[in-house]
């Protein structure tokens, strides 16, 4: 499940931000918020994900199930709670 996660974040995630960019001038505010918050999410899900690939062995040997989940979820982790809370922005005026 772990493996299906970490491909998750390679391929799905980029590929939900790219379906979520598409035509995005056009889209009202509240669709921006969501792919900027998408974005800002995945973004902060790679460096938590790097961060934790870098831990010395010594470091994660006894209690890999932390520095596990945080390498092969962050990204997803990240990207769909970037989408939340960017729909959670109030609706602004469109400037149409």
């Known amino acids: 499940?772990?493996?299906?996660?970490?491909?998750?974040?390679?391929?799905?995630?980029?590929?939900?931000?790219?379906?979520?960019?598409?035509?995005l001038r056009k889209?009202?505010?509240r669709a921006r918020y969501r792919f900027w918050g998408g974005i800002v999410g995945y973004l902060l899900g790679v460096v938590v994900a790097v961060l934790a690939m870098m831990i010395p062995p010594t470091g994660w040997a006894g209690e890999g199930g932390l520095r596990s989940s945080m390498v092969h979820w962050a990204m997803v982790t990240g990207c769909l709670l970037g989408v939340f809370v960017g729909s959670l922005f109030p609706r602004g005026s469109s400037r149409e």
């Open 27 to 29: 889209r009202v505010p």
């Open 1 to 23: 499940m772990d493996s299906a996660a970490l491909l998750a974040g390679f391929f799905l995630a980029p590929a939900l931000l790219l379906v979520l960019g598409h035509g």
